[in-house]
């Protein structure tokens, strides 16, 4: 457990809440492309670590995103016209570009080169993975961009499902790293079979029915990697079936995959209370699944499970998600909830706006878990100490040379080589920093 103020630590975000100063050091995955991919279209309200802001893509392709409150008097620019290479708020004509400089001021004397003064807040931007990224940050200590890890070519075949969630980041991001939940609350869609795991069009299979993973966890500079052993139906004595999770702190966790694609997610902090939630299936050589086929399959389609900002609008917590009690009691499912990513937003929400993690009962499943909060207090106390932020000090390793992994390898088998490039392998040799699973739950207890 954690006391109250290790937890308003690891989950606040706005203003200058410590951890958000951490993450505004990293470039931010905002917004996805498509939500801008107009040129001179509708502008977007978003909001990121309790900030209002706007995106809109100009007259030449390039993507603004700003302040939403226009600096004059204060009216939004979401209602502003995106035109001539610029944003006009509609209340006294001024207009930015994408840069935040003002480039008219109609309500002014031209003279008065008042026009030439006022410059408002933008933040820089990069797109790549099916998003638009932003900086948050000190522009002087802003680090280079580079490709996420689902999208490592421009090959990459990436499909996102999108949902505004009304609960904070972390115990998202716990949610994600907790391989342990996936053998009841996903027992359904994920089923049991001999072969590889693989993905249908229905639901996921892989090769064990043992509920009770082994947790072991690699400490790495960007976060850790963690392997959840299990027995697998086949070769039981001489064999295990690994599942590696790679969290790549601050937002992002890479699933293990299937054998059809491979899957991510990122959560971006809207504010304290609300967080962005990111599903990806992707494939580096433009294989795996389509976009369209993707939200399906996780019952997240647009203009059915959630309207055109990603609001949930068909299963919420006010209707129990749709929870169907006659599904659960005929043995076709074990929540009643359509779903994986449902199933997981119930249970989430359900923890409240904020997680109470002082009263929690933490056991060796928790492992990654711990581990997680472990390592996000210690990078913030060290950021605050004036240290580089997590995964940006050196050694640095590009994300696209990260990944996750899944499969059946003899028991004699160093899990921490298994899905790890030539690069990381040399890198991560030199850190030591493994914890047992009894270290581990003592830490828990």
Not at 163 to 188: F, K
Not at 223 to 239: K, V
Not at 259 to 272: F, G, L, T
């Amino acid at each position: 457990m954690l006391t109250a103020q290790e937890n308003d630590t690891l989950t606040r975000v706005e203003g200058g809440a410590p951890m958000g100063r951490l993450m505004r050091r990293h470039w931010i995955p905002a917004i996805l492309s498509e939500q801008v991919a107009e040129p001179d279209g509708r502008p977007v309200r978003l909001k990121i670590l309790g900030e209002p802001l706007v995106a809109f893509r100009d007259s030449e392709g390039r993507v603004g995103v700003m302040g939403e409150f226009c600096p004059h008097r204060k009216a939004s620019l979401a209602f502003g016209r995106n035109e001539d290479s610029g944003l006009r708020c509609l209340y006294h004509g001024w207009k930015f570009d994408v840069d935040g400089n003002c480039l008219d001021m109609p309500s002014e004397p031209r003279e008065s080169g008042f026009c030439d003064r006022v410059k408002h807040k933008a933040y820089p931007t990069r797109e790549a993975g099916g998003f638009v990224w932003i900086y948050m940050g000190d522009p002087a200590r802003m680090p280079d961009f580079e490709a996420p890890p689902w999208a490592p070519t421009e090959r990459a075949n990436v499909a996102i499902m999108k949902v505004d969630l009304p609960c904070n980041w972390a115990q998202i991001m716990e949610g994600q790293i907790d391989s342990a939940h996936s053998s009841s609350l996903h027992s359904s869609d994920m089923k049991p079979a001999r072969g590889e795991a693989r993905a249908l069009d229905t639901h996921w299979v892989r090769p064990s029915t043992d509920k009770n993973p082994r947790i072991q966890v690699q400490v790495t500079n960007y976060g850790f990697r963690y392997a959840a052993l299990r027995r697998p139906i086949q070769n039981a004595a001489t064999h295990d079936y690994v599942r590696i999770t790679t969290y790549v702190a601050p937002f992002t966790a890479l699933i293990p995959p299937n054998a059809s694609y491979n899957v991510a997610s990122v959560i971006v902090p809207k504010d304290d209370t609300s967080s962005y939630f990111h599903f990806i299936a992707w494939h580096p050589e433009g294989g795996g699944i389509s976009t369209d086929s993707w939200r399906k399959f996780c019952v997240m389609e647009v203009g059915v499970d959630v309207d055109s900002e990603f609001r949930p609008i068909k299963r919420h917590a006010g209707n129990d998600y749709g929870q169907d009690r006659n599904w659960m009691k005929s043995g076709d499912s074990f929540t009643g909830i359509p779903g994986i990513p449902n199933q997981d937003i119930a249970m989430w929400e359900s923890m409240g706006a904020i997680s109470d993690r002082t009263s929690e009962r933490l056991g060796a499943s928790d492992i990654a878990v711990i581990q997680f909060r472990r390592i996000l207090l210690d990078a913030v106390a060290r950021h605050e100490a004036g240290a580089d932020p997590i995964g940006l000090a050196a050694p640095h390793l590009p994300q696209a040379k990260l990944a996750s992994y899944q499969g059946v390898v003899p028991k004699t088998e160093d899990w921490r080589k298994l899905g790890a490039s030539d690069e990381e392998s040399a890198t991560l040799d030199g850190m030591e920093q493994d914890e047992t699973e009894q270290e581990m739950a003592n830490a828990a207890a």
